[in-house]
């Protein structure tokens, strides 16, 4: 059973066909809150169409935390809060939002659970992990892959695992092959 759907960034614009480009078009263009906004829209529009008990997790750049609509309690996708996780990608700093915790701490009010995805992947990782206190972690693939062969990776994945179970988060390894 599924019980999570992860939104994911797509465009057809042919320069743009992975997501960090798309992501850097907007950040040159000073456009990332208009590309936050469609992104959370289209993550509501899409909600329908998932099991009634199955999440959906919704990425945030960092900037979208400046971004007033995300904090409107008003708005179809903050209504929809008790089945969206936001996942906040280590490989962003937090530093560069103001009060950024306590940014963090209303989304929560709001009934919003935080994942910290991509654990293991980005410069601040560590830092950022204890600043959010997520709810769900999400093991960066290149932490996965060839776990099964490579003794010390497994016993890193081991130890962050026990960690997180230990403090109450969810874990999900991305990228599971084998």
């Known amino acids: 059973e599924a019980v999570g759907f992860e939104c994911l960034l797509r465009?057809?614009?042919p320069s743009l066909k992975q997501p960090p480009d798309l992501i850097q078009a907007a950040e040159e263009l000073g456009r990332t809150e208009e590309i936050g906004r469609a992104i959370r829209h289209a993550a509501v529009e899409a909600m329908p169409g998932l099991p009634a008990s199955a999440c959906l997790f919704v990425n945030l750049h960092y900037a979208d935390l400046n971004d007033p609509e995300l904090f409107d309690p008003n708005t179809p996708f903050t209504q929809a809060s008790d089945r969206i996780v936001l996942e906040i990608t280590e490989r962003e700093s937090l530093e560069a939002i103001a009060n950024a915790q306590d940014k963090v701490h209303q989304l929560r009010e709001f009934g919003f659970e935080i994942a910290m995805d991509d654990l293991g992947a980005g410069h601040n990782g560590l830092a950022a992990f204890t600043?959010?206190?997520?709810?769900v972690v999400k093991l960066d693939m290149k932490l996965i892959r060839n776990v099964?062969?490579?003794?010390?990776?497994?016993?890193?994945?081991?130890?962050?695992?026990?960690?997180?179970?230990a403090r109450g988060m969810r874990v999900i390894a991305e990228g599971v092959e084998t």
Request: proline share 4%; charged share 40%.
């Open 11 to 13: 465009c057809s614009e």
């Open 131 to 135: 600043q959010l206190g997520p709810e």
């Open 148 to 165: 099964d062969r490579e003794e010390r990776q497994c016993e890193l994945v081991r130890v962050m695992h026990d960690f997180c179970i």
